[in-house]
């Protein structure tokens, strides 16, 4: 399931013959650093490719108030003690920080981990941390993912070591630099987000990946999407790694994943983990659930593991990959 640090410059692609990766999405919600910390330790140990948790101030599934940790800082915290996976936000907020800012961050999360940042990134959607921070949400939705664009833009001229001039709709820069460079040559952005019309075409111009979820028909029209915006823009669609998103709990039997997906529920506040479909229950079910999205081509999934983090399904991930495979 692995291939070691990311530090040789190698882009994040989807090629056909790519085995597939899995990556644990560690919620920060209802959790302490302790519990976080163990559970990205754990992944490692069982083989998991990346690690990635989120970029949120207020906890985004049951009570707002409930204790949340900040996404940069534990992946900051988690790169000198791991030493192979991946690490990233899925996604970070643009809507939190200027882009140049951004760009430190990431560069720095790729020297403290040795190479293996991923930089995930998305519109924003949740009003309510906003408005709690004093957050500047925008005028809407559209003028969000103007602004996803053009930060996007600015990313990847910093990454790659061109001192900026900018004079945009939403930012201004005067010849920055992001120094140092990042350890790898071409660090990866990946963009989170299901939009048709910009969010998408975002991807297709300036990613290295691309995060959606949904069913298999719903994923499958929004892979079409993309493919016009590829044609549109002349890229190649296969450069771009396709990454897909489930909440996942393993056990012998799918009752008693149920169950113990219920008590993980309970401990969060919430029923259920968005309206995605939740995968519970034998290593063969659930492999059988995600073979239709790696057959659309997608060779990353992303596991959401919400506090307190199951250990069995930590443990046991290396099956469904198995599974998939021999298919």
Not at 30 to 53: I, N
Not at 78 to 85: A, D, K, S
Not at 205 to 210: I, S, T
Not at 291 to 306: A, M
């Amino acid at each position: 399931m692995n291939d070691g640090p990311r530090n040789d410059g190698a882009r994040m692609t989807a090629a056909v013959h790519r085995p597939i990766r899995f990556g644990a999405q560690i919620w920060s919600q209802a959790t302490d650093w302790p519990g976080f910390r163990d559970a990205a330790l754990t992944a490692e140990a069982a083989g998991w490719d990346s690690v990635w948790t989120w970029d949120h101030l207020l906890a985004i599934f049951g009570p707002s108030e409930q204790p949340i940790i900040e996404g940069w800082t534990a992946l900051s915290a988690l790169g000198p003690i791991t030493r192979r996976v991946r690490l990233g936000l899925m996604v970070g907020a643009n809507t939190f920080r200027n882009p140049g800012l951004t760009a430190k961050l990431a560069t720095t999360l790729d020297h403290v981990s040795g190479g293996r940042a991923v930089l995930g990134i998305g519109g924003a959607w949740f009003e309510r941390e906003h408005d709690a921070f004093g957050l500047d949400f925008g005028a809407g939705i559209g003028e969000r993912l103007d602004r996803l664009d053009e930060s996007v833009m600015l990313l990847r001229r910093l990454l790659d070591g061109e001192r900026v001039d900018h004079a945009g709709r939403f930012y201004i820069f005067r010849d920055a630099v992001c120094e140092p460079r990042p350890l790898q040559p071409h660090l990866p952005i990946l963009i989170g987000g299901n939009g048709p019309r910009k969010t998408l075409r975002t991807v297709a111009l300036r990613g290295d990946a691309w995060n959606t979820n949904g069913t298999a028909d719903e994923v499958r029209e929004r892979l079409a999407i993309l493919d016009a915006h590829c044609a549109a823009v002349g890229r190649d669609r296969s450069e771009i790694e396709l990454t897909v998103s489930f909440p996942v709990l393993l056990r012998d039997r799918r009752a008693d994943a149920e169950r113990a997906w219920a008590d993980v529920m309970a401990h969060n506040g919430t029923s259920n983990a968005g309206s995605v479909p939740h995968l519970l229950g034998p290593p063969v079910e659930v492999a059988d659930a995600i073979r239709p999205f790696v057959d659309l081509g997608f060779r990353t999934i992303i596991v959401r593991l919400p506090a307190p983090y199951d250990r069995e399904t930590i443990d046991r991930i290396g099956e469904v990959g198995t599974l998939l495979a021999d298919a």
